[in-house]
């Protein structure tokens, strides 16, 4: 295999085609499949389940591994930021998170209740596996991109993993309705997750083999190296105090994102227990083409929200997009019928490509002048992960202690408010006090 050019076109496309290759697990465990699958396998048979030494609410319970997860994701991404930094073969890194999320997408094949430490086991490898090829899969981009070409190649890459995740769920939605019977969908639902599996481990091969094994050569992972990503947060919440404008925008952020990630996670479970469809059938295909609405409308809304934020300035559209998050948690909590669903999820979706898209470049303009934007982006990862954890934690618990879903989400409207009040109070510009 000869060695491609930093830059070339071959290289980008492979890079890039990794977003094929992974997005399905976002897409169809996630977001979609998975979800309606957990619902109908534990919702429909058993209230209440036995894990861990104590008695959980199925939906509670597949929050808490999940807030655990990504607590385990938060500790571990400075971590492997410093380990992608300077160890020679990060493919081998890359290779090792993606055939361990693919593993565990495929063994959600056997998920059960009589095997639920072993079930929840596969569900915290796809999770796992997913977000720490991340951390070296955008490692690569300045190892193959020229700065010009960086922000193209990766609308790119977002492309590709869009257009990949939705063919596949549209294989499996049909693969699903293909069956009248309600086992039958369920069994069908287990060979998508294989599906997940096979296609993000055999469509990873392209960006394998020409992936080059890192830039840096022969340096080994000492303790250093694996501490250093904690030692450069440490040193941004430092730089973090001489900036007034930047520290107060996190302050909102974590508040705020922290509810939209939650929203974002629990959505499809919310849907299935708390919603009154008719049957079986409308319920998998509501909830699925649900999830479809809410791809598609957020890319209207991410366009929507840039246009604002030109118009308005980063700060008011962000404090708008959280008012109308707010508005939503009251209207989930009053919604019952498929069709409040379906509006809700249009609404999702044209605030949730407009918050994160906005959040993040705002974010990207406070930051001051420096060329360490990697450590910076760190900071803003690992907060944003912490307050998944602490959303996921808190909507779990009331769904636990009040069994209602519907309290949970309701809730999340004191995040919000937080958030609206904090983005209030960040300055116009960095030196305001």
Request: charged share 15%; aromatic share 18%.
């Amino acid at each position: 295999m000869r060695k491609l050019e930093k830059g070339s076109k071959k290289l980008l496309n492979a890079w890039a085609f990794y977003d094929w290759a992974n997005s399905v697990y976002t897409l169809t465990i996630a977001s979609s499949i998975f979800p309606i699958f957990y619902s109908a396998l534990f919702l429909s048979e058993v209230k209440k389940i036995h894990a861990f030494a104590f008695e959980f609410k199925s939906t509670a319970l597949i929050t808490f591994v999940t807030a655990f997860t990504f607590l385990v994701v938060a500790v571990m991404s400075p971590i492997l930021s410093g380990v992608a930094d300077y160890i020679g073969n990060k493919k081998t890194f890359l290779k090792f998170f993606c055939y361990l999320g693919s593993a565990g997408c495929i063994g959600l094949y056997w998920f059960s209740l009589d095997r639920i430490h072993l079930s929840l086991l596969f569900y915290f490898m796809g999770l796992i596996g997913y977000w720490g090829s991340l951390v070296f899969y955008n490692s690569y981009l300045p190892d193959i991109a020229y700065s010009e070409q960086q922000d193209s190649i990766s609308a790119k890459g977002f492309s590709m993993g869009y257009i990949g995740s939705v063919i596949l769920l549209l294989i499996n939605l049909g693969m699903v309705m293909s069956q009248e019977d309600g086992e039958a969908k369920i069994q069908m639902m287990r060979i998508s997750f294989v599906t997940v599996g096979i296609w993000w481990a055999l469509f990873s091969q392209y960006t394998f083999y020409w992936l080059p094994k890192g830039v840096s050569e022969r340096h080994k992972i000492t303790r250093t190296i694996l501490l250093n990503g904690f030692r450069e947060l440490q040193s941004v919440w430092r730089e973090l105090k001489e900036n007034l404008r930047l520290k107060r925008y996190l302050y909102a952020f974590f508040v705020f994102s922290m509810a939209v990630q939650t929203i974002m996670l629990v959505a499809v479970y919310f849907g299935e227990e708390e919603i009154e469809w008719s049957d079986n059938t409308e319920k998998t295909t509501g909830l699925i083409v649900s999830i479809l609405v809410i791809q598609l409308v957020a890319v209207v809304g991410a366009t929507l929200t840039s246009f604002a934020s030109k118009t308005f300035g980063n700060i008011p559209t962000l404090i708008g997009v959280n008012v109308i998050w707010m508005i939503l948690c009251v209207y989930a909590f009053y919604m019952f019928t498929p069709m409040d669903f379906y509006i809700a999820a249009g609404i999702v979706g044209l605030v949730m490509g407009g918050i994160q898209s906005l959040a993040r470049s705002t974010y990207s303009k406070f930051l001051p002048p420096t060329e360490d934007t990697t450590s910076y982006f760190s900071f803003y990862d690992v907060a944003e992960k912490i307050g998944i954890v602490i959303g996921m934690i808190i909507y779990g618990a009331i769904d636990q202690f009040t069994g209602s879903m519907r309290n949970a989400i309701l809730f999340l409207v004191v995040f919000f408010f937080v958030g609206i009040l904090l983005l209030f109070r960040v300055p116009k510009n960095h030196i305001e006090t």
